[in-house]
């Protein structure tokens, strides 16, 4: 059977007057490379693409994250500067894609801005600048350092007992590498709680009763997916469940 495919959404990148539809290396590159799957990048078109036409065609639904954010009109706030920066054509593109890969039982696994765009989808809230708020942590990137320094696996999050990420990678605490302003606020009705940060940040998410694996996670699994166990296995499961769903659709 041929490998499996994967749908990406891009993300809008301009340099001088050429707009780019991009996605990062450190996420196809660990879907190729850990769950064993291509990755089809979906242009951030803002006025949409046909989403069947795109969900007819792949086996599963990898939402990468971003530095943009999602916009905050999206889920029924005003925008103030400090929300962006936002990429519409991204948003146009990842909200119908995860709604139509959830009511299909499509496997889905959603990363940083990924989580915060699964929330959006299905009907939650974000809140921006999350370190800003009584009793949270900073769980911003750091200033300094270089790529591998600055997301290097440190900060501690609670797996649920009898969640989807407790079945592939063990209850308790682990350590991540989460990286964020944004984070969840209210969570959607459809989505459960998979894991949470020291100060009750919601950390992972999966979609309540999903057909197919159906996760969300605001850390960073894609950058040491070759060499931190918790998120090889996160990248394996994700892989084994597109490539049980390809089989599926072959009959
Ligand atoms: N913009 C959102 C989501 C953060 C996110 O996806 N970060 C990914 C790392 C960005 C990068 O690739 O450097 C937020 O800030 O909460």
């Known amino acids: 059977m041929s490998k499996p495919v994967v749908a990406v959404p891009a993300d809008t990148k301009t340099f001088g007057e050429i707009v780019w539809h991009a996605a990062q290396q450190q996420y196809v590159g660990a879907a190729l490379d850990v769950a064993g799957v291509m990755s089809f990048i979906i242009p951030a078109f803002p006025e949409g693409n046909d989403i069947d036409a795109i969900l007819d065609r792949v086996d599963g639904l990898l939402v990468t994250g971003a530095i943009s954010n999602v916009a905050p009109a999206l889920y ?5 500067d400090k929300d962006g920066p936002f990429d ?21 696994l959603a990363i ?40 290097v696996i440190r900060q501690s999050v609670r797996i649920a007992e009898g969640s989807c990420l407790a079945g592939v990678i063990g209850a308790g605490n682990i350590k991540v590498n989460s990286l964020h302003r944004q984070a969840i606020s ?38 040491w997916a070759k060499s931190d166990t918790p998120s090889r296995k996160i990248f394996e499961a994700f892989g084994a469940a597109v490539r049980e769903y390809q089989a599926a659709q072959k009959g």
């Not at 029924?76 to 103030?80: C, Q």
């Not at 959006?120 to 300094?144: F, I, K, Q």
């Open 76 to 80: 029924g706030k005003t925008a103030e």
């Open 88 to 108: 519409p054509g991204r948003d146009a593109n990842t909200l119908p894609l995860i709604r139509g890969a959830v009511e299909r039982g499509l496997p889905l």
């Open 112 to 151: 940083c801005r990924g989580i915060q765009e699964l929330n959006v989808a299905l009907g939650g809230t974000l809140v921006s600048e999350v370190h800003e708020v009584d009793g949270r942590m900073d769980h911003r990137e750091p200033d300094d350092g270089n790529r591998d320094e600055k997301f």
């Open 186 to 223: 209210d969570l959607a009705p459809s989505l459960a709680v998979e894991a949470v940060a020291p100060d009750g940040t919601v950390e992972a998410v999966s979609v309540i009763g999903a057909k197919s694996f159906a996760v969300g996670v605001q850390w960073h699994p894609e950058y």
